[in-house]
């Protein structure tokens, strides 16, 4: 079994100004120098290249929230790899369930924005998860592997090497309801498992998985130390620097 580094990721939405953006990880920079995981922010666009320029030289590392799969064209508010890239980010949020629910994301359109990813050298973070009808209707396993079948279509694990999934039950997320730790590591369990078939358990035991959806400093210890959650993507919390240093710090 090989040992995976954990990862804790802020993904702040649609907040924060650029100053408020630049005071938050000014205070992370100083709460986070000596944490044991590995620190990703997601800041919106317009405070991209602000904080990973504040970042830099830093553990923290910065993702942006989205991205569209052509490199360049006419694509009125659209953004493409190459400029985040520009920007200063390493990591890219793909298929979190708000760009499904309201901005039409699919399967396929995911799929094809890894791709861009891939291309440009940016880390995916491909989020999957189940809505609370779907896990209702005992289906879990199902969208779980079609979402992330369809998401990783035509792609080897050497394309996916520094590949991230995030599990995000939608029903979990700014609703302050949390999957049981019991749900979680299911879940985890499940993904880990269908990766071994789909590529090699190999690429399976090195692969990260995170739990999203209402993770907080109440629930974090407990989430974090199951055996197959390798991290965590943070909505709400991650605005705090106070609560989004404690949650780093709890995986040592």
Not at 21 to 26: E, G, I, R
Request: aromatic content about 6%; some cysteine.
């Amino acid at each position: 079994m090989q040992t995976r580094t954990p990862l804790i990721a802020g993904n702040w939405k649609m907040q924060k100004t650029i100053g408020e953006a630049l005071a938050l990880v000014n205070a992370l920079r100083s709460n986070l120098s000596n944490v044991k995981a590995e620190i990703v922010v997601a800041p919106t666009y317009t405070a991209l290249s602000k904080v990973a320029e504040c970042l830099q030289g830093s553990n923290i590392g910065v993702a942006a929230q989205d991205l569209f799969w052509e490199d360049f064209g006419a694509y009125t508010g659209a953004i493409s790899a190459p400029l985040i890239k520009d920007a200063g980010a390493k990591y890219v949020i793909i298929g979190h369930s708000e760009r499904r629910q309201f901005f039409g994301e699919t399967d396929v359109t995911v799929n094809k924005k890894i791709k861009a990813a891939l291309k440009h050298q940016l880390i995916p973070i491909l989020c999957v998860g189940e809505t609370l009808a779907e896990r209702e209707g005992n289906l879990v396993q199902q969208i779980i592997e079609e979402q992330v079948s369809r998401g990783l279509y035509q792609l080897t694990q050497v394309e996916l090497k520094d590949l991230v999934i995030a599990y995000e039950p939608v029903w979990a997320i700014g609703t302050g309801k949390t999957a049981t730790p019991a749900q979680a590591e299911e879940t985890h369990v499940l993904i880990r498992n269908f990766i071994a078939a789909q590529f090699s358990q190999e690429f399976a035991d090195r692969l990260r998985i995170l739990y999203g959806g209402s993770v907080k400093v109440a629930n974090c210890k407990e989430l974090l130390a199951l055996k197959n959650i390798d991290g965590a993507l943070i909505g709400g919390a991650s605005l705090n620097a106070e609560e989004f240093s404690a949650i780093a710090k709890s995986v040592a």
